[in-house]
């Protein structure tokens, strides 16, 4: 897996001063694709948008996905980290990214988990965007946390199919 986040050294009058930016690269300039950047919001973005990101490149070959929330968690949801396992799909090291207008300029498709972030999105972003209503994983079970995936899921390879079919 490769670091998303790019360190800078400097050396300045005896101080060293390091930053660390976010590495767009590979996902902003691949020209190879026309329609398949594609970005998940939710607010805590260690949940939902983290599985639906996970399952798109799992599952995609020509496509990319990221994700990202309006008010970060710190770390992933203990039961998105488990029920990905169970299907095979790692998110443990993943970390949860805060969105900014730089990652929407960049993307071709927005999805919302839920209608209560869309006054989070500029309008100039509207006509890329799609809203999914995808039930929070907060103080659900296991079990509910599974049929939340599975739906995720289902609709991930519905969209793949939506994006490879505007690519031709």
Known sequence: MVNPF???????????LIFAFY??????????MKRGKILFICKGNSGRSQMAEAF???ISKTN???SAGTEPDEKMHPLTIRVMKEVGVDVSRRKPKLL???IMRWVDKIILMDSELLKNVPLEYLPKLKKWRIEKLLGKSPKKVRIIRDQIKKRVERLIKEVDEGNR
């Open 6 to 16: 790019v360190k800078v050294k400097i050396c300045y009058k005896n101080y060293i």
């Open 23 to 32: 590495n767009f690269n590979d996902f902003c300039y691949n020209k190879t």
């Open 56 to 58: 798109f490149n799992h």
């Open 64 to 66: 990319k996905a990221i």
């Open 100 to 102: 900014t207008n730089r």
